[in-house]
């Protein structure tokens, strides 16, 4: 069984920084894709970046330049340093992969940005 377990998440300051971390386990074969996904209350859930294995990281465009995605094949972890945070970015934050066709989804871990 595959899961996938955020944790970083918090209360934090504007202009501060948080980083989530997501493990992912239960199987052999690294995800292809990994990634962020956000959903603040009443707005659509959105994509802040991802990363396919051994590639680049993707970011939307409200967070380029503030947030940096990386992976750990070896590990199996995805993080997602957030700097800069704007009370906007303020959402449940989700982590994401995908293997051999299959959508896997963390249980989502709550940023507040908030002074």
């Known amino acids: 069984q595959v899961q996938l377990v955020e944790s970083g998440g918090g209360l934090v300051q504007p202009g501060g920084s948080l980083r989530l971390s997501c493990a992912h386990s239960?199987?052999?074969?690294?995800?292809?894709?990994m990634g962020w996904y956000r959903q603040a209350p009443g707005k659509q859930r959105e994509l802040v970046a991802s990363?396919?294995?051994?590639?680049?990281?993707e970011y939307a465009d409200s967070v380029k330049g503030r947030f940096t995605i990386s992976r750990d094949n070896h590990l199996k972890t995805v993080s997602l340093q957030m700097n800069s945070l704007k009370p906007e970015d303020t959402a449940v934050y989700y982590c994401?992969?995908?293997?051999?066709?299959?959508?896997?989804w963390g249980q989502g871990t709550q940023v507040t940005v908030s002074s």
């Open positions: 239960g199987s052999i074969f690294d995800m292809y894709v």
């Open positions: 994401y992969g995908t293997q051999s066709g299959i959508d896997y």
């Open positions: 990363m396919k294995g051994g590639g680049r990281g």
